[in-house]
């Protein structure tokens, strides 16, 4: 009974989102506040409806309801309750209604926080965020409508991927698609914007939070995404170029660029039509990530449907969009000419169109090799699949510029940098970069990843550190204050500029992951019996036990493994495999030790009868910064979001 | 900013923008690896010997035989008309297993063996890896009501 009152509510959230597109703008035409009215009320009626309809499908997965199909496919009475409600978003349907959801809460907040400031392209706004609520209801109620019923009823769940039984199940997806949907925002504003004719720099003033939480949200949720993949997959990388990463990080790279352009516009009033175009493409990217992931054309562990029709609508509203974002945007550009040219080539102006370049050549690299295999498909009849060198040997030079840039931009003066500026800020950077490079060079460094990253990572770091150690000196003088104190004076009085530097430290901690976890990853992979000892690296270990132990809904073998430094023992790990008997399914279970900011890695991906096991062992030095930095970078961008406001300017 | 420093901009901007493109797509055309069924890989010109490509099939009932004490498994896979034997040496992936399928990597040699180190199996017990459904290839599918119902 329930399940049909959710159906229904979601089929109600459907017209009225039809309402939604219609009536602000025929109020509009027609000057009737009261329709424009009705529109807002339409987005904020369609939060409830859509809540109801997800209330409705966890109440059905917590009650083991299998009549309903999608439960019956994605959820199992053994199922821990945890992964219940998590399990509506294990499948395609079910994360089309969690996209939907987010869709209406983000914009019953927009309208709501910005209806009296916006007046003007408010109702285009709602408008926009209703045609995109729209294009989803209608694929959830007549193509994948995970309320539908089955008969006869099943006895019990065909149960949950055991690949997904995660905690991280519970917030990855939504951490993902809150990033995602989040960029609808500035593209409903900037089609506002580009609909009502008000062209100015508001609708990047009025997003600009906005941006920068989706950005954040959809970088934390890729930075899961990887965490999670390294423990569970147990291959021990984070990071594969599997086809629906690259669906995650195409909107990731295109949004990047517009956060950093669109800087420019507020300054300097310049790359109108380009900031325009990059937030088109960033949120035409997350529809086709959300499309490519959950359609089935890839096959990846992330696909679930494979049905043509899906696909065509898909394709449809996709270009739909585009003709509308695009279309919109030509016919507009005349009125979009920058008054102001670039000054120089040495300027702030041109570090942020290089940066630009840099990123759209790295999300044009992602696309073709994503895109090129399902083309070729098409075309031909040959099947190809993209191989990771390629990828690698355009990110290399790609993420190199960009780590420089990042060292230039933030210090280099706008218009036209003097030879004064550029001696005093990174005469400095540079030296210290040689030193730092020689230095890697000495002690052992040879790879040109590692020397490069020496290199680029030093210089950065050191144009940071030059930057803050000057602001403070500054303020330390000027009101005769501590260091210390004044550097959180000088931070907080400018956080926005202080807050996106703490976003590239963020980065360069990343980066020394990376690298060090790429290029000096030790791995063994050895038969074993109990009573056996393999040498890794400095490390003893020893094979002590192998038994049997049960969850909820799985049965294991569990090894158990004696870490050794020298004579003393430092750990024991239990690696697992698993048995998931609902499905059939064996996962291998990895079991992590970490030890100096990097990870003692040990599998058990066979076990034979005679109780021998093959056991892979890892040392993943410093891996652990790849998620502190991704930690710090969402730091930066909360600074950010919360910042205070301006008083003075130094 | 002068005529001439423009076009020095553009010209900065085309050549990094080429420079990269062309290593990106200088790469490409090596990385790309081709995916064939055992019917394809059989009636093999000697050109493709050595070549990195997928293949997609099913692991025959029977046929799997592990090395003791070594990472070595050899095994044939099938797509109904052709069968090809591998040699694979590596970790398969906890959903390889005889009557399943899987698509293993690697290349073809002229003594008509497959030899690979990458295998991807399916990702639960209803999925299928893509290439082999476009390719014709159906595995014995459990119905989903049939099994529940039991």
């Known amino acids: 009974m329930f399940i049909e009152i959710g159906h229904f509510a979601v089929i109600l959230a459907l017209v009225l989102s039809a309402v939604g597109i219609v009536s602000p703008i025929l109020g509009l035409k027609t000057n009737r506040p009261d329709w424009v009215r009705i529109g807002r009320q339409a987005v904020t009626l369609n939060f409830f409806l859509v809540s109801i309809g997800m209330a409705a499908m966890i109440y059905s997965f917590l009650t083991n309801d299998y009549s309903v199909r999608y439960v019956a496919a994605t959820s199992n009475s053994k199922l821990p309750i945890f992964y219940k409600v998590a399990g509506l978003w294990g499948g395609h349907e079910g994360s089309l209604m969690l996209w939907v959801w987010i869709l209406t809460a983000y914009s019953t907040l927009v309208v709501w926080m910005h209806w009296r400031t916006q007046p003007v392209t408010m109702p285009y706004l709602v408008s926009v965020q209703s045609l995109i609520m729209f294009g989803f209801l209608a694929m959830i109620v007549f193509l994948s409508n995970p309320f539908e019923r089955i008969y006869p009823v099943p006895l019990d769940g065909k149960d949950l991927n055991p690949l997904l039984q995660d905690p991280a199940m519970v917030v990855h997806p939504p951490m993902l698609y809150l990033g995602y949907v989040g960029f609808s925002i500035p593209f409903a504003f900037a089609m506002a914007a580009l609909f009502s004719g008000r062209l100015g720099e508001e609708w990047i003033k009025v997003t600009q939070r906005w941006t920068l939480f989706a950005w954040m949200a959809l970088t934390t949720g890729i930075l899961m995404g990887g965490y999670w993949a390294y423990y569970e997959l147990g291959w021990g990388g984070y990071w594969g170029w599997d086809p629906v990463e690259n669906a995650s990080f195409m909107p990731w790279l295109v949004g990047t660029a517009f956060l950093h352009s669109v800087m420019v516009q507020e300054k300097r009033k310049m790359f109108k039509v380009w900031n325009l175009f990059l937030i088109i493409v960033t949120f035409s990217l997350s529809l086709i990530g959300t499309f490519l992931v959950r359609s089935g054309v890839l096959s990846s562990v992330h696909t679930f449907a494979t049905d043509p029709g899906r696909g065509l609508y898909i394709l449809i509203f996709l270009a739909f969009m585009l003709i509308l974002g695009f279309g919109t945007l030509i016919v507009r550009s005349g009125r979009l000419k920058s008054q102001i040219e670039l000054d120089s080539i040495i300027s702030k102006e041109s570090v942020f169109l290089f940066n630009n370049l840099f990123f759209l050549v790295a999300a044009a690299t992602v696309f073709l090799g994503t895109l090129y295999p399902l083309l070729v498909e098409t075309l031909k009849t040959a099947k190809v699949s993209v191989g990771p060198p390629y990828y690698n040997a355009v990110f290399m030079p790609v993420a190199l510029g960009l780590l420089l840039m990042m060292g230039i931009g933030p210090s280099i003066a706008w218009r036209k940098a003097s030879t004064d500026n550029l001696r005093k800020n990174f005469l400095l950077p540079i030296l210290v970069a040689v030193i730092a490079t020689a230095a890697a060079w000495l002690i052992g460094i040879r790879t040109v990843f590692g020397m490069a990253g020496a290199l680029t990572v030093s210089f950065v770091a050191s144009t940071i550190f030059i930057d803050f150690a000057k602001i403070s000196a500054l303020w330390a003088r000027r009101h005769e204050i501590n260091y210390l104190l004044a550097f959180y004076q000088a931070f907080t009085n400018n956080q926005r500029r202080y807050a996106g530097i703490v976003t590239h430290i963020g980065v360069l901690v990343m980066v020394v992951g990376i690298i060090a976890s790429t290029i000096y990853q030790t791995e063994k992979v050895v038969p074993m019996r109990i009573g056996d000892t393999m040498q890794l690296k400095e490390y003893t270990i020893k094979m002590v036990g192998l038994h049997e132990v049960s969850g909820a809904n799985w049965t294991a073998q569990e090894g158990l493994f004696e870490v050794y430094k020298g004579d003393r023992l430092i750990t024991e790990l239990r690696p697992q495999k698993r048995l998931y008997p609902v499905s059939q399914t064996p996962t291998t279970e990895s079991a992590i030790y970490a030890v100096h900011l990097g990870h003692i890695f040990l599998t058990m991906p066979d076990i034979g009868e005679d109780n021998s096991v093959t056991v892979r062992a890892l040392i993943n030095p410093l891996v652990l910064l790849v998620w502190i930095g991704g930690g710090i970078m969402a730091l930066g961008v909360i600074l950010n979001i919360f910042r205070p406001r301006m008083k003075t300017s130094v | ?150």
């Open chain 2, 1 to 150: 900013m002068s005529k001439g420093r423009k076009i020095g901009l553009i010209l900065s901007i085309l050549l990094i923008a080429g420079g990269l493109a062309y290593l990106g797509l200088g790469q490409f055309g090596q990385n790309l690896v081709y995916f064939f069924t055992p019917s394809e890989v059989v009636s093999f010109k000697p050109d493709y010997f050595g070549k990195k490509i997928r293949v997609g099939g099913m692991v025959v009932q029977g046929s799997m035989q592990v090395v003791p004490n070594t990472l070595k498994i050899s095994f044939r896979l099938t797509d109904g008309a052709a069968t090809i034997p591998v040699d694979f040496e590596g970790i398969p992936p906890d959903l390889f297993k005889e009557g399943k399928g899987a698509v293993v990597e690697g290349f073809w040699d002229p003594e008509k063996r497959f030899h690979s180190n990458l295998i991807m199996a399916k990702h639960s017990e209803d999925y299928m890896p893509i290439e082999m459904k476009q390719a014709g290839i159906t595995l014995p599918k459990k119905d989903l009501l049939k099994t529940l119902q039991q």
